[in-house]
């Protein structure tokens, strides 16, 4: 009974600190928004950042968070809404702000991070800092990248025809893709076809044979109830790092004095640690359901990995000739990667 109440009293102290932060009138006031829903990584992450941020700003910032598209709909309008400032935050992914800043396409690049420890390593190096700057100079100073997170794990190929052990076994599969050019030029270069389709309409395209295949980590794949659509094979092979790139209006981050300046950029890294932890915990479950439902899981040798890997390497070249700043970040991304595995190496001969 003690406990029990003690118990209440810390959830109503907890309850009251928080009213009397949104209750004060803040000198600064931050419209968020990501076109996702509340069970997705964004909005974990966002959570932890208007906490933390309403709390150590001691009520002087306020967050008002917009899930779905209530401020806006696709990446460039987003981006737009960032840069002339009716929109303070906004979360992408790599092909959602391709269109304004087609360099950041480079996380799609394929087999460059090979796990999480590195992956995390990279997106806290000066990587970040590389593409910000670049970001900057192209927004005319509007725009400004401030933490690179995660929304969903690892992109693996799945589809409802066989399952691809090897780049041969991708040969005539039709993949779906987002519109942007290099993730259709992954999907040529391993002998599929891509085809592009919205993702609203990809569930009927897998049930009609539009598309036969998808580049998805295994959340979505669930969350879309894909499996009911005839998806039964999933390959991992982690290709890709499914990025989130979070902005903001840097006027309105300027315009704070530096000890909020410090406070946001500390919601934003206590949002990116929530954002590398939430895929991980909601995959276990996602797989379980998936495999509980006649799914089957293939997990790729290193030989074959290492066959995926040079079966796609064509496209770094690609990327690099023909993205504006696509040599800059390549180069940024490679980088990081050696200096994280370095790190890796360094502490695994200390642990081990």
């Known amino acids: 009974m003690l406990f029990n109440k003690i118990i209440k009293s810390f959830f109503s102290l907890v309850f009251l600190v928080g009213f009397s932060f949104s209750a004060l009138a803040a000198d600064y006031n931050l419209r968020m928004t990501m076109n996702s829903n509340d069970q997705d990584e964004d909005y974990d992450g966002s959570i932890v950042f208007k906490n933390y941020v309403e709390a150590a700003s001691n009520g002087k910032i306020s967050v008002e968070l917009f899930v779905g598209t209530q401020l806006c709909s696709k990446g460039a309008e987003c981006l737009q809404g960032v840069s002339d400032g009716s929109i303070d935050i906004y979360i992408s992914t790599s092909g959602g702000a391709a269109g304004v800043f087609p360099y950041v396409q480079v996380l799609d690049l394929p087999y460059l991070m090979s796990d999480d420890r590195i992956a995390e390593d990279v997106l806290k190096s000066d990587f970040v800092r590389t593409m910000r700057k670049m970001a900057l100079k192209d927004s005319n100073n509007s725009i400004r990248l401030m933490t690179i997170g995660n929304t969903g794990g690892w992109r693996n190929f799945a ?31 391993l002998g599929a076809s891509p085809t592009p389709i919205p993702w609203p309409e990809l569930f009927t395209s897998f049930q009609t044979g539009v598309v036969e ?18 998806l039964k094979y999933v390959t991992l092979d982690g290709h890709a790092y499914m990025g ?22 500390d919601g934003f890294y206590a949002l990116q640690q929530a954002t590398f932890a939430s895929p991980k915990r909601k ?10 439902g006649g799914g089957s899981l293939y997990v790729p040798t290193p030989d074959q990995k290492a066959a995926f890997k040079k079966a796609a ?30 790190r890796a ?5 200390k642990d081990l």
């Open 159 to 189: 589809n409802t025809k066989r399952q691809i052990a090897n780049p041969s076994d991708m040969k005539g599969l039709k993949i779906r893709t987002v519109v942007a050019d290099l993730p259709q030029e992954l999907v040529k270069a």
């Open 213 to 230: 295949g998808s580049k998805n980590g295994i959340t979505d794949i669930m969350n879309m109830k894909f499996p009911d659509a005839g």
């Open 244 to 265: 989130a790139l979070w902005w903001m209006n840097n006027a309105k981050y300027e315009s704070m004095p530096k000890d909020l300046r410090k406070v946001i950029t």
């Open 283 to 292: 995959s276990i479950k996602a797989y379980e359901d998936f495999v509980a």
């Open 313 to 342: 390497s064509p496209v770094y070249d690609w990327f690099q000739e023909n993205v504006k700043g696509g040599k800059e970040i390549f180069n940024a991304l490679t980088s990081a990667v050696g200096r994280a595995e370095n």
């Open 345 to 349: 190496s360094s502490d695994y001969k």
